[in-house]
């Protein structure tokens, strides 16, 4: 079966734009994770879903950051008046239930460069 | 806030040696996983482990938790050209129900053949 994929996968924005990172988690997955990796850095966790409930946004950095999952299946990552600092690869995560020992299955990662 | 500190933070040796990645926390966490991560891919799940003193061995990598469940171990014998790869431990939040995981900054392992 599909994996979580993600769209698209790189995109250079300019200072001040705003972006859309989408994530395709596998068919029936209740949770849904947004990770954020610096280069040469691990993960930071941003934001979690469970189905169409936002439960946990503590590791958004900023309100530029907003995150949703309407129908509980696709999430979308948005960030308006994009910075420098934004730079990174987005990951999306998903695991078949809520259960804390759940296994994550990540995505490709969104590569974010803006200049 | 909880932080897990890998180290080494690069590693490059030859083909067939060994060798050990420290992930240390001075915080306590549910359970430990290792990953591993090639360019251009998200992070794979390689091992859980959730007891204190636990031991897992996946063919040659043996994973270890440590008794008061702060720190792990992964240790590779015999290294071959295929282990290349950034390897990542994430310890799993006490008090979360769904996984919310901190990840260390990651070993980027190479071996040489």
């Known amino acids: 079966g599909a994996g979580v994929s993600q769209s698209p996968r790189y995109k250079v924005a300019k200072r001040g734009q705003d972006v859309a990172l989408r994530c395709d988690p596998i068919?029936?997955?209740?949770?849904l994770f947004w990770y954020q990796q610096a280069l040469g850095q691990g993960p930071e966790f941003l934001t979690y879903f469970q189905n169409e409930a936002q439960l946990d946004k503590s590791g958004l950095p900023s309100d530029r950051f907003f995150a949703e999952r309407p129908e509980g299946s696709v999430s979308t990552l948005k960030i308006q008046r994009t910075q420098q600092e934004d730079s990174a690869v987005y990951l999306c995560?998903?695991?078949?239930?809520?259960?804390?020992?759940?296994?994550?299955?990540f995505g490709p990662g969104t590569r974010l460069l803006v200049l | 806030t909880q932080l897990l500190e890998q180290s080494p933070q690069f590693l490059s040796i030859q083909e067939g040696e060994n060798l050990t990645v420290y992930c240390n926390s001075s915080s306590v966490f549910s359970s430990l996983q290792w990953y591993r991560q090639e360019p251009g891919e998200g992070p794979v799940l390689l091992v859980t482990?959730?007891?204190?003193?636990e031991v897992k061995k996946l063919k040659r990598l043996t994973f270890q938790f440590g008794d008061a469940r702060k720190d792990s171990s992964l240790h590779i014998t015999a290294a071959q050209t295929g282990d290349t790869g950034l390897y990542l431990c994430a310890g799993g939040a006490g008090g979360t129900s769904y996984g919310k995981l901190t990840f260390g900054q990651g070993t980027i392992l190479t071996v040489h053949p």
């Open positions: 995560a998903s695991s078949l239930a809520e259960l804390a020992l759940e296994t994550q299955y």
């Open positions: 068919s029936g997955h209740v949770s």
């Open positions: 482990v959730v007891t204190g003193g």
